[in-house]
């Protein structure tokens, strides 16, 4: 059971691994500004997820799942602020 | 003041989960605040969430980051394809305010779609990474659903 578990959150760190490698290969090969904000948040909010994912079953039973969901949680919610603002910005240059 | 207390309390508690129940005299400051420009930036009793579609929603996100981040990632790995960005203008029945603000920065986390400024004539800019002119209706029942959660559709 516990070997299944941790292959399964390997998995997850892996796969958040190759969201997070997706989004930097985005930011490089994307053609403007908001492409590449879309590469940045979508990618890497996935990458993240996946990872949080695949960190929960180590996490300390008190606090600490809902630690790693709030760091998941805070990022969503600050990129989903600055994301249109960037957008915003990079379209009156 | 209820309305106040009430989101202290719960900035607290946030607080306390993420900090383990560390420094809570700073927590009380933090939230104090928080709460405080809460009340300024979005005053108790102009909207009334509805909790079962507010539930559809956050449930429904996972799936809608999934797709998102899979869309981008295809686009960015796979050497055959490349994005073919373009603008599409979409009208929003929300009103200008916070509604519509908080609208478009949850909708920058969808698939395929980055609110990206405002046009002249009132409507939004959508910019998407492939162009389609699906998106715009894709943003209406989006909006749709946001303003049943946080019940500004009355």
Known sequence: MSLLVDALALLAILLGLVFFAAGTAGLLRFPDASSRLHALTKA?????GLIVIGLL??????GGPARLIAVWVLVLVSSAAAGPLL??????? | MAAGAIRFALLLLAWSGITGGADLALGALSAAAAACCSLVLSPPGALRPSAPALALLV???PWQALRAGMDVARLALDPRRAPTPGEITWTPRLPPGPARDAFLAYASLLPGTLPAGEAADGSVIIHALTTDPAIADAMTAEEARFARAIGADA
Do not use: S
């Open chain 1, 87 to 93: 957008a915003r910005l990079a379209r009156r240059r």
């Open chain 1, 57 to 62: 079953p180590r996490a300390e039973a008190v």
């Open chain 1, 44 to 48: 890497d909010h996935l990458g993240l």
């Open chain 2, 59 to 61: 449930l429904r996100f």
